[in-house]
């Protein structure tokens, strides 16, 4: 299915005063560019990842190692998006700055 940013045009969920970077459960969706299924696929009703939507889960479940005030929670991973939800234990303006280190490149073309 190709997206038509007309016809899938979704308004933002998010409340405008809220601190979100303050402690709490979040849940959140990543999508890919352009809406291209880089993942994997599903095959007979089950997601099937491919290199990329392996390296995505590492990258996932790796998220508390660079950002240790994070926590995951449950996740899946589709064909051209992840959902999750992570979970902040203290606020963000608590902790020195960590910086995401992640040994995987990114695509460039």
Excluded at 9 to 15: A, E, G, Q, V, Y
Aim: hydrophobic share 35%.
């Amino acid at each position: 299915m190709r997206y038509e940013s007309e016809e899938h045009h979704r308004l933002s969920i998010r409340l405008r005063e809220y601190d979100y970077s303050q402690s709490g459960a979040y849940f959140v969706t990543i999508v890919t560019q352009g809406r291209e299924c880089l993942f994997g696929e599903i095959v007979e009703g089950e997601m099937r990842l491919n290199d990329w939507g392996k390296t995505t889960e590492e990258c996932w479940v790796a998220i508390p190692h660079h950002f240790p005030h994070v926590q995951i929670d449950a996740y899946t991973i589709m064909p051209n998006h992840v959902h999750g939800i992570i979970v902040i234990t203290r606020d963000v303006g608590e902790t020195s700055h960590v910086g995401a280190r992640c040994n995987v490149p990114l695509r460039t073309e």
